[in-house]
């Protein structure tokens, strides 16, 4: 077993609309179990980095942490920094990882272990592994299975590490790609777009920024869709955003190309997520609504 010496979290912010000052889940679980938590503001600071050392760390590990550590940090434990990564890298360096695989339309993804290095997600691999992608499953529930895996991942990987037990993987770094952050605007749906890259934004978006679009005035975003599977046949001529099938169980959307997307679950801005069957009581939408990339002014 491991000795855990410190924990390094992010520091307080401001959450929800009440600007409530809330920590976060590490630091919550770290105090509750008597760690010794550090959340600087800057990794750069000296201060830190003295604190850091004093704590005498032979290892460190870092998941998800929102900032590049600095050469004087990383030379700090005599066996450096590993890092728990939600990729197959050289794939999907960067911090949305998971998102972007979804929003690509990949079947399989997973968890490497790698070495830190001053390079962003480019150090040498330590171990990996895969796992699908359902086409069914949204980003979250992606996510909290690839921490089941990486958990379990981590800590054998500490164990071989501590013991010199692992040959260290280069990255090939021209085959590298990046998962840029993701942004509120990216949710914004064209309904000119084939419906599977429609249904892969939907997936890979939840639970943050979510897809979203405008019917009339107002917004709503669209938390979940079916799978694409086949041609709408009802209709062979379809306006992109406009309703194809309405009834209490369906709601059908053309798209950019012959397959119309099925809705299954949306959120008027300001409300509660619904039901299609409660959506489509509530809002008496019918086969001659369309919604937009824009709002009707």
């Given at each position: 077993?491991?000795?855990v010496?410190?924990?390094?979290?992010?520091?307080?912010?401001?959450?929800?609309?009440g600007?409530?000052?809330?920590?976060?889940?590490?630091?919550?679980?770290?105090l509750?179990?008597?760690?010794?938590v550090?959340?600087?503001t800057?990794?750069q600071d000296?201060?830190?980095?003295?604190?850091?050392?004093?704590?005498?760390?032979?290892?460190?590990?870092?998941?998800?942490?929102?900032q590049?550590l600095?050469?004087?940090?990383?030379k700090l434990?005599?066996?450096?920094?590993?890092?728990?990564?939600?990729?197959?890298?050289?794939?999907?360096?960067?911090?949305a990882?998971?998102?972007?695989?979804?929003?690509?339309?990949?079947?399989?993804t997973?968890?490497?272990?790698?070495?830190?290095v001053?390079?962003?997600?480019?150090?040498?691999i330590?171990?990996?592994n895969?796992?699908?992608?359902?086409?069914?499953?949204n980003?979250?529930?992606?996510?909290?299975?690839?921490?089941?895996?990486?958990a379990?991942?981590?800590?054998e990987?500490?164990?071989?590490?501590?013991?010199?037990?692992?040959?260290?993987?280069?990255q090939?770094?021209?085959?590298?790609?990046?998962?840029?952050?993701?942004?509120?605007?990216?949710?914004?749906i064209d309904?000119?777009?084939?419906?599977?890259s429609?249904?892969?934004?939907?997936r890979?978006?939840?639970?943050?920024p979510?897809?979203?679009?405008?019917?009339?005035?107002?917004?709503?975003?669209?938390?979940?869709?079916?799978?694409?599977?086949?041609?709408?046949?009802?209709?062979t001529?379809?306006t992109?955003?406009?309703?194809?099938a309405?009834?209490?169980?369906?709601?059908?959307?053309?798209?950019?190309?012959?397959?119309g997307?099925?809705?299954?679950k949306?959120?008027?801005?300001?409300?509660r997520?619904m039901?299609?069957r409660?959506?489509?009581?509530?809002?008496?939408?019918?086969?001659?609504?369309?919604?937009?990339?824009?709002?009707?002014v």
């Amino acid at each position: 077993s491991h000795s855990v010496v410190a924990v390094v979290t992010q520091p307080d912010r401001r959450r929800d609309r009440g600007q409530k000052t809330r920590t976060s889940p590490i630091k919550t679980f770290a105090l509750e179990h008597q760690l010794k938590v550090f959340n600087p503001t800057q990794v750069q600071d000296a201060k830190f980095r003295q604190l850091l050392s004093d704590t005498k760390p032979d290892l460190g590990v870092i998941a998800a942490y929102g900032q590049i550590l600095p050469d004087e940090l990383l030379k700090l434990p005599p066996y450096g920094f590993i890092n728990v990564h939600a990729s197959l890298l050289p794939d999907y360096r960067g911090a949305a990882p998971i998102q972007r695989a979804i929003l690509d339309g990949r079947s399989e993804t997973g968890i490497t272990i790698m070495r830190v290095v001053s390079n962003l997600d480019a150090g040498p691999i330590l171990a990996t592994n895969s796992r699908p992608i359902a086409l069914t499953e949204n980003a979250l529930e992606v996510e909290q299975a690839l921490a089941v895996i990486g958990a379990k991942l981590l800590t054998e990987t500490v164990d071989q590490v501590l013991t010199d037990q692992l040959r260290e993987q280069p990255q090939d770094h021209n085959a590298a790609s990046y998962a840029h952050r993701l942004k509120k605007s990216d949710g914004l749906i064209d309904w000119e777009t084939p419906a599977m890259s429609l249904h892969n934004k939907i997936r890979a978006l939840h639970p943050w920024p979510h897809a979203f679009t405008y019917w009339g005035r107002n917004r709503y975003l669209i938390l979940k869709s079916a799978p694409p599977l086949h041609p709408f046949e009802k209709q062979t001529k379809q306006t992109p955003g406009q309703v194809m099938a309405v009834n209490s169980k369906t709601l059908v959307i053309g798209t950019g190309d012959s397959v119309g997307l099925s809705i299954l679950k949306i959120q008027p801005e300001g409300r509660r997520p619904m039901s299609i069957r409660d959506f489509v009581s509530g809002y008496h939408i019918t086969p001659d609504a369309k919604f937009q990339s824009l709002a009707q002014v």
